[in-house]
């Protein structure tokens, strides 16, 4: 079973009470790879100066995500059938929204995949939503949005 590690990592400046509710909510993402990606919270829901409006989001994160899983998925059907992708690209929106709960959620993701192909290589249009189809079939992130998520804290106290 595959594990998947990405370390977040947030510390209080020096001159920030926290208390007051007035700290930054810039952090980093780090993955197991190497990569490293500044985030924050989004300045729709945080205002600024507190969010960093050029960092990742966990809304866009989440949205780019299943975008790019969604992607990975059709490139693979569409080489296994012979159709030659020259690129694709996916202006991918999340809309936010309250859930029965009344819980703000991200309600809705919508895929607008554009696909360029080789003309001697090409599916019809049916193909290409046939594709699409299987692609989020298989996708996943399409398939865990349910996922069950536990916390396992674990305390460190200055000083002690």
Known sequence: MAH????????RGSDEDFLDKRYRRAHT???????????????????????????????EAFVAALS????LWFLDLAS????????YTDEAVGTMGKDDEGRLVVTHVQLRPITRFDAAHAPSEEQLHDLHHRAHAACFLANSVKTHIDCAPVLHIEGA
């Open 68 to 71: 790019s899983c969604h992607m």
């Open 29 to 59: 993402w780090q993955f197991d790879g190497g990569a490293t990606v500044h985030a924050s919270s989004s300045p729709h829901v945080v205002p600024l100066p507190y969010s960093d409006a050029a960092a990742v989001d966990p809304e």
């Open 4 to 11: 998947h590690l990405a370390t977040i990592r947030w510390q």
């Open 80 to 87: 296994r059938a012979g159709l030659r992708v020259d690129s």
